[in-house]
């Protein structure tokens, strides 16, 4: 069976218009609910938490129905990191957790991510078997088993204090002015507070949240405002998350930024130094700059590809007890201290090295030289199969054997979004400019078709 709700990240999709529907909802939490509840007693509980997107309110309420229905006690967080959903679920001993958000997404969007009762997103085949009952009849509980809803005032809070003890023991920020982009998102709250409770002068901004300005012109996937800030302030170093806040970006004291790759590269070095990397090896995806691939090589550090989305990049590194790893998008994963993406985290640990090298944020987020990367993306249709095609095929055959001597090509359908990616890797620039350009030209034509 093929997934069809369930993306690489959940169920993602326009606000209001199927998937993500207040119908769609209440089947998902319904499906969940039977799927996780093992027995008729009435002891199961569910967390959820929230960005701060207008329709999260809906989705919210829509989930609460389904699950109360088939007798699981929901427990709502409020806006939260994601992160904060997987560390509360495992926590607070529930069954299930659940995150309404489209990360790094317009407001208009939204989405659905599940987390096990160990804290860690579901599986492939969990995902399939919650699909298939969503199109099924779902079994209610008896009147008696209805569940419970109940709102945790202080998830935001468990959450603040145990990301401060990520940071090193008797380290201070004290003396750093840091700017830090919440992205008018879900750790407008957090992000500010363990930054000023570990001694950081803080200078906040995507912190005004109106449910519709989510990673609108801030956050990781703009951060302009973020540089300026830093520049203007004469900051020490700037933290751009994203809407959810498992994605993060740095910025340098020049007002440069470091991407997910730097980030993970200067981290596995560090950690690899003070043996803390499990089996010398960094997990990251086929999206991953080849420059770290080599900077990592040189440290004598392996680098293990998966296919792009962090919930893949965490199966390899459970798989094979490995205990760092990411996406160049800002995704990155210490399952030391988390079971996924922590983007408040990571900058945690950019910041201890901060503060243990007394070093500036510039000579620690440019570890290697990058490959030059191109990446174009193309939008389609929904239903439509632009890569199926011989055109687009033969296209990708043909940029694949002219790169194959100076980098390397990756061209894949998005999984949350209606776009084909394609992304080229080349010391020789003009041939990649070429390439990219022949594959986005034959893609547009058949999505214009």
């Not at 020049?254 to 070095?269: H, S």
């Not at 944020?361 to 174009?376: E, G, H, N, W």
């Amino acid at each position: 069976m093929t997934k069809k709700l369930f993306g690489t990240d959940g169920v993602r999709g326009l606000a209001n218009t199927y998937p993500m529907t207040a119908d769609m909802a209440l089947k998902l939490g319904a499906a969940a609910g039977r799927y996780f509840r093992r027995d008729g007693l009435n002891r199961h509980r569910v967390v959820i938490g929230k960005d701060t997107r207008l329709s999260g309110y809906m989705i919210e309420n829509a989930l609460t129905a389904g699950l109360t229905s088939t007798g699981m006690n929901v427990l709502l967080l409020g806006p939260v990191p994601t992160p904060a959903v997987g560390l509360l679920t495992h926590s607070m001993r529930a069954d299930l957790g659940i995150m309404i958000s489209a990360s790094h997404n317009p407001h208009h969007d939204n989405g659905i991510k599940f987390f096990g009762p160990d804290g860690f997103k579901l599986s492939d085949e969990a995902e399939m078997e919650i699909e298939a009952m969503v199109c099924g009849q779902i079994e209610p509980c008896k009147p008696q088993n209805i569940g419970r809803a109940k709102r945790i005032d202080d998830g935001r809070g468990r959450y603040v204090e145990f990301a401060k003890t990520t940071f090193p023991d008797r380290r201070k920020l004290s003396g750093m002015k840091v700017v830090v982009d919440c992205a008018n998102g879900a750790a407008y709250r957090a992000a500010p507070e363990v930054l000023w409770e570990l001694g950081a002068e803080v200078i906040s901004i995507g912190v005004s949240p109106n449910g519709y300005n989510i990673n609108d012109g801030c956050g990781s996937t703009n951060t302009a405002a973020a540089s300026a800030a830093v520049l203007e302030h004469g900051a020490d170093v700037g933290i751009c998350l994203d809407g959810d806040a498992d994605r993060i970006m740095v910025i340098d004291e020049k007002g440069e930024v470091a991407d997910g790759d730097q980030i993970m590269g200067l981290l596995a070095r560090g950690w690899a130094r003070d043996q803390r990397l499990q089996g010398d090896t960094l997990v990251a995806t086929v999206m991953s700059n080849l420059g770290l691939e080599r900077f990592l090589q040189g440290e004598g550090i392996a680098l293990h590809r998966t296919g792009v989305g962090d919930r893949y990049v965490v199966e390899a590194m459970r798989a094979n007890g490995y205990n760092l790893g990411g996406e160049q998008s800002g995704h990155i994963v210490m399952t030391d201290y988390a079971t996924t993406g922590d983007g408040l985290v990571a900058g945690l640990q950019f910041l201890a090295e901060m503060v243990r090298t007394d070093q500036p944020a510039s000579a620690l987020t440019s570890v290697f030289d990058p490959v030059p990367q191109m990446l174009k993306n193309v939008r389609f249709a929904p239903g439509m199969l632009p890569m199926d095609t011989d055109t687009v095929k033969e296209a990708i055959a043909d940029g694949e054997a002219r790169l194959a001597a100076t980098g390397r090509l990756l061209v894949r359908k998005s999984g949350t979004e209606p776009l084909i990616r394609v992304m080229g890797e080349s010391e020789d620039e003009t041939l990649l400019e070429n390439v990219i350009d022949t594959i986005v030209e034959a893609v547009e034509t058949v999505a214009a078709a």
